[in-house]
């Protein structure tokens, strides 16, 4: 079926540096890809989105690129500060359909 | 607007005793989603309905899970005799039906009612 695999583990940096959290996924379609966050005690936000191959999202200074060939929907930010301490999780759904397929999340802590 | 409201934010019971969920959509979005959420996992999907009709359930949602959205607008999500298996963030969602060519819903998320199942 289609799933959504992010990496393993919860993430902790220091403010300023560089942030990844991997995300691939596997599909029958052509799915569009979407990154949520939830900060604490809050619900998913919608941070980007991304509808179709090569195509970028970005928010926020995050960004994500739907990389087709490598089924990868990989998000970045080169700066990360104190409030982006937050839990991200990768999405995927498909065209006509009616749920997202989640990830398990990544818990990401920024340390001052 | 003050986007998708959920309440209890939190509920406390016994096992054996059965429960209700509201949730309010964002008034022009005509889909409304529950997922169940445990710790450390991502949302999944229970079930959604396009205005007043439930138009799909996920196989999660077993014969003590009832959802309910009788005038279109606020939705119930009720599960009777809770076990604590049950222990979970229930999650409702609300979008708008995307009728351009992309067919990409973009749901709004409420904070969450959870439940805690002694």
């Known amino acids: 079926g289609d799933s959504v695999t992010q990496m393993e583990g919860p993430v902790t940096l220091s403010e300023e540096a560089f942030l990844t959290i991997n995300c691939t996924y596997t599909?029958?379609?052509?799915?569009?890809l979407f990154w949520y966050v939830q900060y604490p005690g809050e619900g998913l936000q919608l941070l980007l989105k991304?509808?179709?191959?090569?195509d970028k999202g970005s928010n926020k200074g995050f960004e994500a690129t739907y990389r087709k060939e490598t089924t990868s929907f990989h998000l970045e930010k080169g700066s990360v500060q104190v409030s982006d301490s937050a839990v991200y999780f990768c999405?995927?759904?498909?065209?006509?359909?009616?749920?997202?397929?989640f990830g398990k999340g990544n818990q990401v802590v920024v340390i001052p | 607007d003050t986007g998708v409201s959920q309440d209890p934010r939190h509920k406390i019971t016994k096992r054996g005793q059965n429960v209700t969920f509201r949730c309010d959509p964002i008034?022009?979005?005509?889909?409304l989603y529950w997922y169940r959420q445990t710790l450390g996992q991502g949302p999944e999907f229970l079930t959604y309905?396009?205005?007043?009709?439930?138009?799909?359930k996920s196989r999660l949602l077993s014969d003590r899970f009832s959802a309910e959205r009788p005038k279109g607008s606020f939705s119930t999500l009720e599960i009777q005799r809770t076990e604590q298996g049950d222990s979970a963030m229930y999650l409702c969602?609300?979008?708008?039906?995307?009728?351009?060519?992309?067919?990409?819903?973009?749901?709004?998320f409420g904070a969450g009612s959870r439940l805690t199942v002694l």
């Open positions: 008034s022009e979005h005509n889909r």
């Open positions: 309905f396009q205005n007043e009709a439930q138009l799909e």
């Open positions: 969602a609300s979008s708008l039906a995307d009728r351009g060519l992309t067919g990409a819903n973009v749901l709004t």
């Open positions: 999405a995927l759904i498909l065209y006509g359909n009616n749920r997202l397929a």
């Open positions: 599909a029958t379609g052509y799915p569009s």
């Open positions: 991304a509808t179709k191959a090569d």
